[in-house]
């Protein structure tokens, strides 16, 4: 095990705004380029993961080699998962039986977000954090958060209650993982007009004992909060855009420090929001997206936004605007491998889903490549997840409709074996007929990871009032 790198491996509820959307392609310009096309891999025909009566959906995928990890959530039913040894062949339990359940009876179970990655855990370390009802002594039910944790490839798991408020929701959390160090923070606030606060949650000791919860960032709206771990390191990043991190390995926490100002522009509020992190030792690779200060090709909108630290988060370098000339810009996700880094971010003015690195990091002003599109244009897509286990290999997954104007969605994939340097031509993983793959309505309908040049992807299949979890892999 070695700090060479950490891969960002969280995932968060995003905000979904309902906007005009035009599907023009957006004007030619030196500032981005469409990508040079490379070989595909081939994946496997989807199978049905969850394969029961229940409405299965908001799968989490992870991986440690070619030990593979599907949580999901039926909602009252709970928190389930399959583990695969062989990269997807076969599963335990058989999608013949019924899944594991890993929640605890009662209640209804939300937004599961997992962890365990091989470079950063040791193998048959398996995290799994979820939302989960509560019902209190007066008869009220208050989400509260869990965590789950297994040192034995997911045969057997620990199940924890993280939070323990009567009065305030603990939602959408978030989790990372480095050696027996393991963290679980999430947003909780009075209600929906309120700022609320980022807590934490750690363990030293593989998930057998955890902290009580720490206000790590306050105040936050929103929360969207995410995490990435690396060594004794951990560095958190919240709505806003806020800032902390623990230089020891979750004991301490540094001071708030915002890394984005509040201002008003083209009639609006400047706000950053979406925020994602990614981390290799000392440099830390923040991103979000805001509205627009300055029009872009004659429209003004939202931009993708970052700021980097090569000193753990103790000072910055200018921000810097990652999105170039393309216009109204959302939902960004990074990945670090090392002082490499790499982004995906999804723009609404065509549909397109993007992707841009800035490699060999050695300033906190690093140069961006400019933006590639990786999707086809005139269809409705919906947002880019990004993965890389080794730097080298990269994909990234996205929901599409098959045509301009259709009900029937699919999975796509697109992938680099060359640092992001070309990409191969759209994939399409799901090849469905009829109903929704990888729909549009929240980010958590769908996730990967990915083991070198092997992929695996899991997303929310939904058809004629059914949800299931559908899986592939290359």
Not at 250 to 260: D, I, V
Not at 268 to 293: C, D, K, M, Q, Y
Request: aromatic share 12%; charged share 10%; glycine share 10%.
């Amino acid at each position: 095990m070695s700090e060479l790198s950490s891969v960002n491996q969280v995932r968060h509820k995003k905000i979904v705004f309902l906007v005009s959307i035009s599907f023009a392609l957006i004007l030619l310009s030196s500032s981005f380029s469409f990508v040079s096309f490379g070989a595909s891999p081939t994946f496997t025909p989807a199978i049905n993961l969850s394969n029961d009566a229940g409405m299965a959906t908001e799968p989490e995928v992870a991986n440690n080699g070619q030990n593979v990890y599907v949580a999901w959530t039926e909602g009252g039913a709970g928190i389930f998962f399959r583990e695969s040894p062989d990269g997807g062949v076969t599963w335990v339990p058989p999608v013949t039986s019924s899944a594991l359940k890993l929640s605890v009876s009662g209640g209804t179970s939300q937004f599961p977000v997992m962890y365990t990655q091989f470079e950063s855990v040791n193998s048959g370390d398996v995290y799994v954090a979820w939302s989960q009802s509560v019902t209190q002594a007066n008869g009220t039910r208050v989400l509260q958060a869990f965590v789950a944790a297994s040192t034995n490839n997911g045969q057997s798991f620990v199940t924890s209650q993280l939070s323990h408020n009567s009065t305030h929701t603990q939602i959408t959390p978030a989790i990372a993982a480095f050696g027996k160090n393991v963290y679980v923070a999430w947003y909780s606030a009075a209600n929906s007009t309120n700022d609320g606060s980022v807590y934490v949650s750690v363990s030293n000791n593989n998930g057998a004992s955890w902290s009580n919860p720490t206000d790590v960032i306050n105040p936050s709206t929103n929360g969207e909060e995410q995490i990435v771990a690396t060594g004794t390191r951990a560095y958190i990043i919240a709505d806003g855009i806020s800032f902390t991190g623990s230089m020891n390995s979750g004991k301490t926490w540094s001071a708030n420090m915002t890394l984005f100002s509040f201002v008003f522009s083209n009639g609006g509020a400047h706000f950053g929001r979406e925020p994602w992190i990614a981390a290799s030792g000392l440099t830390v690779f923040t991103t979000w997206n805001a509205n627009s200060t300055a029009t872009v090709n004659n429209q003004p909108g939202y931009q993708i936004y970052g700021r980097v630290s090569l000193d753990g988060g103790l000072t910055w370098g200018p921000n810097q605007t990652i999105s170039g000339a393309v216009n109204n810009d959302w939902e960004p996700e990074n990945v670090a491998f090392r002082n490499n880094a790499f982004l995906t971010f999804h723009s609404l003015s065509n549909q397109g889903i993007y992707v841009t690195s800035s490699k060999r990091v050695t300033s906190n002003t690093p140069t961006w490549s400019a933006p590639s599109l990786i999707s086809p244009t005139g269809r409705s897509s919906s947002f880019g997840h990004i993965f890389t286990s080794d730097g080298v290999n990269l994909f990234v997954m996205w929901g599409q409709a098959i045509s301009g104007g259709s009900a029937v969605w699919n999975a796509y994939v697109s992938f680099s074996s060359n640092r992001g340097t070309t990409w191969s031509s759209p994939i399409d993983i799901s090849n469905n007929a009829v109903g929704v793959a990888a729909g549009n309505q929240d980010v958590t309908l769908f996730a990967m990871s990915s083991n070198g040049a092997h992929c695996f992807a899991a997303w929310t299949f939904t058809n004629a009032g059914s949800t299931q979890i559908s899986f592939a892999s290359s």
